[in-house]
Nanobody, 126 residues
Framework: QVQLVESGGGLVQAGGSLRLSCAASGRTFASYAMGWFRQAPGKERDIVAAISRRGGSTHYADSVKGRFTISRDNAKNTVYLQMNSLKPEDTAVYYC???????????????????WGQGTQVTVSS
């Protein structure tokens, strides 16, 4: 069992930055590929970024490429999402998720993810 707790969300003006963190419980964090998803009101939950178990491979949604960076610190059982140049359309609840994956695997669809956090609200004002 893995428990995920997100933090770092909030209200920010357009053009600003936020750093989300997702802390995982347990001693098997390095066994999981991690992903950040977001869901805006009335929309589906979509992938934002994903990272492999050791951090060597990453994936970004086209809408955030060049603005967001996903990283992880396996010693701290934490995955991060650095969000720069935020836009109003980035407003959503952001979730982290864990998938027990192969070492270099990146998981993009939400279905395979085994564990989810409770989400953290990000609101970008114009």
């Amino acid at each position: 069992q893995v428990q995920l707790v997100e933090s770092g969300g909030g209200l920010v003006q357009a053009g600003g930055s936020l750093r989300l963190s997702c802390a995982a419980s347990g001693r098997t964090f390095a066994s999981y590929a991690m992903g950040w998803f977001r869901q805006a009101p009335g929309k589906e939950r979509d992938i934002v970024a994903a990272i492999s178990r050791r951090g060597g491979s990453t994936h970004y949604a086209d809408s955030v490429k060049g603005r967001f960076t996903i990283s992880r610190d396996n010693a701290k059982n934490t995955v991060y999402l650095q969000m720069n140049s935020l836009k109003p359309e980035d407003t959503a609840v952001y979730y982290c998720a864990a998938d027990r994956a192969l070492p270099d695997q990146i998981t993009i669809p939400s279905g395979p993810y085994d564990y989810w956090g409770q989400g953290t609200q990000v609101t970008v004002s114009s």
